[in-house]
């Protein structure tokens, strides 16, 4: 049996890392190469890195950038941002990158996650499904970094995916990203019932209760951060950080 995974998640925007508070005002946490090496000394199950302007500026994550972390680290890792054909997806697992998340260009043109899917396998395809409450308390799932709307039935969103071809999931709240105020789990559990590859929590953790909750209450299959990795205190000053080994094991104690 898989140990539960816990994930940094990274945010790219231009040459540097930013974090903010439901998609909205991002400030500058440091060079992306600084932390990775942080992340990789500290031998983290896996690392998430997103170019979020990627899409918005017709780009692709930048390949160097892909092929410095393949070459000096050793932890497995994903890209995302800007992935909106299968030959840009090639480049960036040439690159050494192990998957390919894809957000907006998933629900905008699904039928390239069961290209990419036959191209490199599902195992490479990693589907981030972006949901936030709209005013009547309902779960819409979103895109374009929160600005559109593309449907109110998350469990069908994910079942489509998984159809065709999304190896995993990851289910992030808008509304509880980077408040560290903990995971909404209802969100996380429906989804990890509704389909039957592994789902990635993503979106308020703040302790490392939390990312318990997400594994056992949430029943999802692995736990990702952002803030709770690269903020450290009430003043939220940047400290990389990840938990201790004795500390993951209590987190994975079923």
């Not at 890209?79 to 299968?86: A, N, R």
């Not at 469990?155 to 999304?166: N, P």
Request: aromatic letters at 4%; proline letters at 4%.
């Amino acid at each position: 049996m898989l140990l539960p995974r816990i994930i940094p998640v990274l945010l790219l925007r231009g040459k540097g890392l930013c974090k903010g508070v439901r998609f909205k005002n991002h400030v500058y946490v440091g060079d992306p190469m600084n932390a990775v090496h942080i992340f990789d000394a500290k031998e983290v199950d896996e690392l998430l890195i997103l170019d979020i302007e990627a899409s918005k500026q017709g780009r692709t994550p930048p390949l160097d950038l892909v092929t410095r972390v393949a070459d000096q680290c050793l932890m497995p890792f994903g890209v995302g941002g800007g992935v909106v054909s299968v030959p840009v997806a090639r480049d960036l697992l040439s690159a050494g990158a192990e998957k390919i998340c894809l957000n907006t260009a998933a629900l905008e043109q699904p039928d390239l996650v069961s290209r990419l899917a036959e191209s490199f396998g599902s195992q490479s395809v990693l589907v981030c499904l972006d949901v936030k409450k709209s005013w009547t308390g309902r779960s819409v799932v979103v895109s374009r970094r929160g600005s559109h709307k593309v449907a109110t039935d998350v469990e069908a969103v994910a079942r489509d995916m998984v159809a065709r071809g999304a190896g995993e999931l990851i289910v992030q709240s808008v509304d509880r990203d980077g408040t560290m105020e903990g995971y909404d789990l209802d969100l996380t559990r429906t989804v990890s019932r509704a389909v039957d590859v592994p789902v990635i929590a993503l979106g308020g953790a703040g302790t490392n209760a939390h990312l318990r909750q997400a594994l056992v209450e949430g029943e999802a299959s692995a736990a990702a951060a952002g803030s709770m990795f690269v903020f450290h205190g009430p003043r939220r000053a940047v400290l990389i950080t990840y938990p201790e080994k004795a500390e993951l094991e209590r987190v994975r104690r079923k």
